[in-house]
């Protein structure tokens, strides 16, 4: 049973009633952010109920030296974690000297909170009886702002509901915290310094091992029923934190507001010695623009978005939610501004994975940002990588591989390796084909080449190295093979010829030589550059060509598919349908040994290698593998949904493809796998918005067009959705009466909408 205690809404995540059971999840589904930083929904006040105090900021992090059992040569010293940073959202409140705690009060009524998705805030409401005399109200409200991405706003505000009251209000900045994901305990940040002085707080913070500094800053005022009145801080200060006080008495029915300012600045932008003058700077802007402005940037900002990112959904109202919260989240995670920050798997919302880079952000994030904003956002993701290929190739040397091979970390932060398990450090080496597929969609969606001759072919000449060395000649076969692999699927490990490795070798292999001749007719400059940094040889290119002409594919003839590996036909073949209710998911209730003696698949392995290369496959092949392998997938990754919804979409399996969409739209709001209160799944969330744009759309380019092939699923009446395809705006719009698309641009577009051409006008147009 999955939980149901989110209020389906259009434009916001709505829990209404107090329970404190589901504090953490909604820590999790009621995070913010704004690219720069982002926090779990943690209350300001004290509360000494469960809960998981988070708060992070984009860049920074720590190397958390392994932990393992034994060693062995080649691994990962560290695994990189984003740090739980220093607290700055608590205020501590007191009603008559006694402390606000609703693990602790009398009794908690009509109690919400609500994530605003349409304008970018989050706000909790509820009314707490603190004696039989004294009962409160508190509204509270709080985002970090897209605009001053440095600067987090709170409004705080006590109203007495029975009583007259003395509320005392402490905010305070708090550095000394710990994480939850920690392998040693280690402290991970020293504090440097720390500052007070009227109603300023600082504390400059460093990290332990990667030296990042960090200045954490606050500054409040006080309103007494929305009138600014004047008060005597209180200045107090440990080790580890900065506390001041502001007190007010109120009758029945009068409020209290503290408004604090506050955030984050860090050496990434500042001089590490000038922190705390950046933080002064940004106070004096916060001040001087005061609340109501900086919430209407705020909902300005935030509009901005929505006009070019939102999907629309008619008759659904879950299904509508769901969307809008994974368009929220992936926006609140990262916006393109900064090319050396990426997307984390759980993004600003929790520390699961370390909140590092994996090739989810290639796979499934970059169409997502190319779609929704510019070109440039994409590039920038594409540029992180290029700028760590040096990194790249050092994590390959490692491994015995030479001659310049790369191979790109499965988890990192800065281009080294950091991921602590070997079956997925050592053997999970398909990333590599992510890296490649991500700049062959970058320039068939955006039409930009030039970043192939500047940057992309010096990865694909790496990459092409490093398969070339990988594949192993099969006297016996007389076939080229890749050994000892995992691949998609993490729930079979160490196997021989996983078909999705094998085939994106040959493909990346391919697509290194197609570009060199590319670049070589079309910018000779680039590629003499290139050709003397790589020092690369003719000999050296047609031994690549060996490779690529002589892969191994496993094949079954009985049953005419593509083998996900060497033997996989050995197992017992039992579909999921098959197994009772009890053994699920069985990454929780079986042991490894028994999961990987089973054929049971955790996501889309050769069906990967059917979504990226669909062009490669007739719909008749693409049918006879999907009902070969979906029903052997549990779906036990946040990654295989989406790609089984777009697939059960272009196979007209219309209730399949719904149900994997609402599954993937949903897997943090309805919770499937019981695990929300780790964080959300940041990157899956790009996998939802193509189950739309490229499923129930049908998107796909071919020949520099945009083709469309929409589905309606029958519990919609209708759907929409924008992109930007070579800076102009499609708008696509499918109802029960057909398809229209609209150009918004200066120059006339070819498109295909089920199969009829259409040269598009800036106007409406109807197939």
Not at 254 to 282: C, M, P, Q, W
Not at 401 to 425: C, D, K, Q, R
Not at 501 to 525: F, M, R, S
């Amino acid at each position: 049973m999955n939980q149901e205690y989110i209020k389906p809404d259009a434009w916001s995540i709505i829990e209404e009633g107090w329970s404190p059971s589901m504090v953490k999840s909604s820590e999790s589904l009621f995070s913010i952010g704004n690219g720069a930083m982002g926090q779990r929904a943690n209350f300001e006040e004290q509360y000494s109920g469960d809960t998981f105090q988070g708060s992070y900021v984009a860049g920074v992090y720590y190397p958390d030296k392994t932990r393992v059992g034994w060693w062995k040569n080649g691994y990962p010293e560290y695994f990189a974690k984003v740090l739980n940073s220093p607290n700055f959202i608590g205020i501590d409140v007191f009603i008559d000297g006694l402390p606000l705690d609703l693990a602790q009060v009398q009794e908690v009524r009509e109690f919400r909170r609500e994530l605003n998705m349409k304008e970018g805030w989050y706000e909790r409401s509820f009314i707490a009886q603190i004696s039989n005399d004294k009962e409160i109200k508190v509204e509270s409200r709080r985002f970090l702002s897209l605009k001053h991405d440095e600067l987090g706003v709170i409004n705080y505000k006590v109203t007495a509901v029975k009583g007259n009251l003395s509320i005392t209000f402490q905010p305070y900045i708090d550095a000394g915290i710990t994480n939850e994901d920690s392998n040693w305990d280690d402290a991970f940040w020293a504090i440097e310094e720390l500052y007070s002085d009227q109603h300023q707080g600082m504390i400059r913070s460093r990290t332990n091992k990667t030296n990042f500094h960090v200045a954490t800053y606050m500054q409040s005022e006080l309103l007494k029923d929305e009138e600014h009145i004047q008060y005597a801080t209180h200045l107090d200060q440990n080790d580890t934190t900065v506390r001041h006080e502001a007190s007010g008495d109120i009758a029945q029915g009068e409020s209290l507001t503290l408004r604090k300012y506050a955030g984050y600045v860090s050496s990434l932008n500042h001089n590490k010695y000038e922190l705390f003058d950046a933080s002064k700077k940004i106070l004096a802007l916060a001040t001087e623009h005061g609340y109501e402005k900086l919430f209407n940037e705020q909902v300005a900002e935030w509009s901005n978005i929505w006009e070019m990112a939102d999907i629309t959904i008619d008759g659904d109202l879950k299904a509508q939610q769901g969307i809008r919260f994974n368009i929220f989240q992936l926006n609140q995670t990262y916006l393109g501004k900064d090319s050396r920050l990426n997307i984390g798997p759980k993004g600003f919302t929790g520390e699961k994975y370390g909140g590092s880079t994996y090739w989810d952000t290639e796979a499934y994030c970059i169409p997502f940002y190319m779609a929704t904003k510019d070109q440039q956002v994409a590039r920038n993701l594409l540029k992180y990588r290029y700028d760590q290929l040096d990194k790249a190739i050092e994590n390959a040397e490692k491994l015995g591989f030479t001659n310049g091979a790369a191979l790109y970390p499965m988890v990192t932060m800065n281009g080294e390796e950091s991921h602590n398990e070997w079956e997925i450090t050592f053997e999970e080496i398909h990333r590599n084909g992510a890296m490649v597929f991500a700049i062959y969609n970058y320039v068939r969606y955006t039409g930009d080449y030039s970043y192939v001759p500047e940057m992309g072919l010096e990865v694909m000449i790496a990459i092409a190295r490093f398969w070339h060395q990988r594949a192993t000649f099969s006297q016996k076969a007389g076939k080229f093979m890749i050994l000892g692999v995992t691949g998609p699927n993490e729930y079979e490990n160490n196997v021989n010829n996983n078909w999705y490795t094998n085939y994106i070798a040959k493909w990346c292999i391919d697509q290194a030589v197609e570009h060199l001749d590319k670049v070589k007719d079309g910018y000779p400059e680039d590629y003499d550059r290139i050709i003397s940094l790589t020092k690369l040889t003719g000999s050296e290119r047609a031994s690549w060509q060996e490779v690529s002409d002589g892969m191994y594919f496993p094949y079954d003839e009985e049953y005419g598919v593509y083998l996900q590996q060497d033997g996989f036909m050995d197992k017992e073949i039992i579909p999921v349908s098959k197994l009772h209710h009890s053994q699920r998911p069985i990454n929780q209730k079986w042991s490894w040994d028994r999961i990987l003696r089973s054929c049971y698949i955790k996501q889309a392995d050769v069906l990967q290698g059917f979504y990226f290369f669909e062009d490669h496959f007739s719909k008749a092949e693409l049918e006879k593998h999907f009902d070969f392998y979906e029903p052997l997938t549990v779906h036990e990754s946040s990654l295989s949904p989406c790609v089984h919804s777009i697939q059960a979409a272009k196979l007209d399996r219309m209730d399949q493809a719904y149900e994997f969409y609402l599954r993937t739209s949903r897997l943090d709001l309805d919770d499937y796998n019981k695990e929300v209160e780790e964080g959300c799944h940041i990157t899956s969330m790009a996998g939802t918005w193509m189950s739309i744009v490229e499923g129930f759309g049908g998107l796909q380019i071919k020949d520099d067009t945009p083709h469309f092939t929409t589905k309606l699923p029958k519990e919609w009446a209708g759907f929409s959705f924008k992109i930007n395809f070579r800076d102009q705006i499609l708008n696509v719009q499918v109802t029960q009466q057909g398809t229209q698309v609209q150009l918004k641009g200066d120059q006339p577009q070819d498109v295909v909408v089920n199969g009829k051409k259409i040269t598009l006008q800036p106007q409406v147009i109807t197939a």
